[in-house]
């Protein structure tokens, strides 16, 4: 459904080459970006080499690798797509559960037809919301994941504030062709100088 191609990354992470070789692999990141972002680079890294052998593993499974979309963060993996059928829903969930390292896996798939036709207006629905949340001055865009899946849109990520993660939900239920918004979006605590310290209370005087 998604594929991208990180060959090289999937190779130099471990993955071996029959579950590379004739599929495009991963949705990572530059090292660049990984660094920038608020799980770090470590982190962000450790991320990309879980979604590269859980799609690996896909590989292995008759509908999985093309149906299934992975987002992954700090280890919680969040499942999108549209597969043929429950057994196959019920399998990527049980694989999702087997890569080391992965905390949480949330199944967000359906079971049902999915097109080419469908596929592209998906596409092009994450291309027009990935352009919103890049524009926006008061958004870190790098920060988050973005699948769409029957025009439901799906947001994986970390956001500096509360008002950030609403500003992050509002730009994508603007864009045109938004059915849906289903967010998995932690909120980071304000930095130790912003927050608010109880000071004691004094005694009251004799």
């Known amino acids: 459904m998604r594929l991208v191609l990180l060959l090289g990354l999937s190779m ?4 071996g080459a029959s579950g590379c070789a004739s599929v495009l692999l991963g949705a990572g990141a530059g090292a660049g970006v990984l660094a920038a972002q608020e799980r770090g680079f470590k982190a962000g890294v450790a991320d990309t080499k879980r979604q590269a052998q859980l799609l690996a593993a896909f590989a292995n499974e008759p509908g999985l690798l093309t149906n ?6 700090d280890g919680a993996v969040v ?7 429950a057994a196959a829903k019920t399998r990527a969930v049980e694989i999702a559960k087997t890569i080391a ?7 967000q798939l359906l079971v049902g037809h999915y ?17 919103e949340l890049m524009t926006a001055e008061d958004v870190d865009s790098i920060n988050y994941n973005l699948e769409s899946v029957l025009g439901q849109v799906y947001v994986q990520g970390v956001a500096r ?3 950030e993660r609403y ?24 930095p130790a100088a912003q927050q608010v310290v109880p000071q004691p209370v004094p005694a009251p005087a004799p």
């Open 12 to 15: 130099a992470l471990g993955v």
């Open 68 to 73: 299934v979309g992975v987002m992954v963060w």
């Open 79 to 85: 499942l999108t797509g549209v597969v043929p059928t």
């Open 101 to 107: 390292g992965v905390t949480t896996v949330t199944d």
């Open 115 to 131: 097109s080419a036709k469908d596929y592209a207006a998906d596409a092009w629905l994450t291309s027009k919301i990935r352009a």
């Open 161 to 163: 504030s509360a008002a």
């Open 167 to 190: 500003r992050v939900l509002y730009l994508v239920r603007s864009v045109t062709g938004v059915l849906g918004v289903h967010p998995f979006i932690e909120v980071l605590p304000p």
